[in-house]
């Protein structure tokens, strides 16, 4: 089962980068069993509307079945590996 978070950011924010160091640390530990998509939402408008962010850092965790969670802000490790862990159950 695949799990995909999507990292909606942007190089002028300041969080993001923030919370780019957590991400390695997820995807160095789960490795194939995650799949992450980094969106610059300054170039890719048209996907940040569809997903309606309005703040960055947003994370958006999807499986199979769609979205399973979602978090605005600079988000914590424990809580963005449980989410990761109810969207691959």
Request: glycine share 4%; hydrophobic share 40%; proline share 2%.
């Given at each position: ?51 309606q962010v309005r703040s960055l850092p947003t994370l958006v965790v999807e499986n199979e079945e769609g979205v399973v969670d979602r978090f605005v802000g600079v988000t914590q ?13």
């Amino acid at each position: 089962m695949s799990v995909r978070l999507k990292d909606f950011y942007a190089d002028w924010c300041g969080p993001c980068k923030q919370q780019d160091a957590i991400l390695e640390e997820i995807v160095a530990e789960w490795g194939d069993d995650l799949e992450l998509e980094k969106v610059d939402v300054d170039e890719k408008q048209d996907v940040a509307n569809e997903y309606q962010v309005r703040s960055l850092p947003t994370l958006v965790v999807e499986n199979e079945e769609g979205v399973v969670d979602r978090f605005v802000g600079v988000t914590q490790r424990e809580d963005i590996e449980a989410a990761l862990s109810e969207a691959s159950a």
